[in-house]
């Protein structure tokens, strides 16, 4: 049975993420030859104030990018 994690920042809709899911698990069905069945996928999402990337938070990232 194939898991799969998937870390990533909050703010991304259900929609999307169930997208993300339902793409993901028909990858492994064509790649690995699995059902469906037995794929299971769970996603960790960090507050983007928990989260950093070249010395920025996500935040501030946000904020410049609007900019």
Same mark, same amino acid.
């Given at each position: ?14 929609? +999307? ?12 069905? *064509?790649?690995?030859?699995?059902? #469906?069945? &037995?794929?299971?996928? +769970? ?12 010395? *920025?938070?996500?935040?501030?990232? #946000?904020? &410049?990018?609007?900019?």
């Amino acid at each position: 049975m194939p898991e799969i994690t998937v870390s990533m920042a909050a703010g991304r809709t259900d929609e +999307q993420k169930l997208g993300m899911m339902r793409d993901i698990t028909q990858a492994l069905v *064509k790649n690995l030859g699995v059902d #469906a069945d &037995a794929v299971v996928i +769970q996603i960790n999402e960090a507050p983007l104030h928990h989260k950093m990337k070249g010395g *920025k938070s996500f935040v501030e990232r #946000a904020a &410049a990018a609007k900019k």
